[in-house]
């Protein structure tokens, strides 16, 4: 079964600085791999998501996520965050063969951003 | 994107009493639609998997005959917690699924059982 570890649970960074959200997911075949952004009264909102092919994924937002399998992770980051990044941020992986339908996700990291 | 509504965003009801849930995507035909529950500061579980006309399919330790899930057509899916608890109190996420497509998702309810 698949399973996904975000290791912190809350980080706090200064508007303009740069961020990295880490994800590691535990998976036996290639996986699919989803950033989602969740603010208070609105629903996940997908950053990006990696299939196949280059390992560098772009995402909405300005952020973006690199695929390393040999690290087994999928880690999310953005050059400068915005006091409008201040969220909480999910990675989750979906397996092959029910087309990336069933989710698994991590505990979440919330951001919080200091002006 | 795609729109998907909850409705109630929030519900407070009584021990012993049943709730319905709403979950309707908008602009789009939902196949799949599914229903997560998140506790405080905690990750989204997946309960169910809904399709369209079919009987929903649980997860492991979901009580089936406690939340009831209906899914009668392509743009609406039911959650019904049927004699709620305190413990059932928390925060329910449908989202909704064209086909192959992305996952849409709702803006949760926050169920508050006293």
């Known amino acids: 079964a698949q399973s996904v570890t975000q290791p912190d649970i809350h980080i706090t960074v200064s508007e303009g600085a740069s961020l990295e959200l880490r994800c590691n997911y535990s998976y036996g075949a290639t996986p699919y791999l989803f950033w989602y952004v969740q603010s208070p009264g609105q629903g996940l909102q997908l950053l990006l998501k990696?299939?196949?092919?280059?390992?560098l994924v772009q995402g909405i937002k300005g952020f973006e996520a690199e695929f390393k399998r040999s690290q087994s992770s999928f880690n999310l980051r953005k050059p400068s965050v915005h006091w409008s990044d201040a969220a909480e941020y999910f990675c989750?992986?979906?397996?092959?063969?029910?087309?990336?339908?069933?989710?698994?996700f991590g505990q979440g990291t919330r951001l919080t951003i200091n002006p | 994107g795609a729109v998907v509504s909850q409705h109630p965003s929030r519900v407070i009801c009584k021990s012993g009493t049943s709730v319905k849930i709403e979950c309707r995507s908008l602009?789009?035909?939902?196949?799949?639609m599914f229903w997560y529950r998140q506790f405080p500061k905690q990750s989204l579980m997946l309960m169910a998997t809904s399709n369209e006309g079919s009987k929903a399919t649980y997860e492991q330790g979901v009580e089936k005959d406690k939340f009831l899930i209906n899914h009668a057509s392509l743009t609406l899916s039911t959650l019904t917690v049927t004699s709620a608890h305190p413990e059932d109190s928390s925060f329910y996420i449908c989202?909704?699924?064209?086909?192959?497509?992305?996952?849409?998702f709702g803006p949760g309810t926050r169920l508050t059982v006293t």
């Open positions: 990696y299939f196949s092919g280059d390992t």
């Open positions: 989202s909704a699924r064209e086909r192959l497509g992305e996952q849409y």
């Open positions: 602009d789009f035909q939902a196949t799949t």
């Open positions: 989750a992986v979906g397996a092959q063969g029910q087309g990336a339908q069933k989710l698994v």
